[in-house]
């Protein structure tokens, strides 16, 4: 069956399975870029941001499409992006710290802290470690 021949719905999943796997690569890769190149890969996060924003909003609506079976799916779809986004915002503020712009680093910091899942979230003792850094280099 060519891709003319399918379903809207197929077509606009194997289009979501794409850029998806697209956005993993590259937010794996900013966090591989990270150590050896701190700007370029402040830049790689501010894009898998906009890159999740996007993807995000167009799974919602995929799932929305698809009737009872993508609504009970919804909520774990959101956790799953507020997991992405926590990863950003993660990396964004390790980067931050590299570049000793700690102002901009405790804003991320700030801004990961309404994404955790909990106290027990793992990325949690990572913003700590962040923080106690921040204050560490401006003494």
Request: glycine share 4%; proline share 1%.
């Amino acid at each position: 069956m060519s891709t003319t021949e399918q379903n809207p719905l197929t077509q606009l999943s194997r289009s979501l399975q794409v850029d998806n796997q697209r956005f993993q690569q590259d937010l794996t890769g900013a966090f591989l870029q990270a150590s050896q190149d701190p700007a370029a890969a402040l830049l790689k996060f501010n894009q898998c941001w906009t890159q999740a924003d996007t993807l995000e909003h167009r799974m919602l609506d995929f799932l929305a499409k698809m009737g009872d079976f993508g609504a009970q799916q919804t909520a774990t779809e959101k956790d799953s992006w507020r997991a992405n986004r926590l990863q950003i915002l993660v990396g964004k503020a390790q980067v931050l710290v590299i570049l000793a712009r700690y102002d901009e680093c405790q804003s991320a910091i700030d801004s990961a802290r309404s994404y955790l899942a909990g106290s027990a979230d793992d990325a949690n003792s990572i913003l700590d470690q962040l923080e106690i850094a921040i204050l560490q280099m401006r003494s």
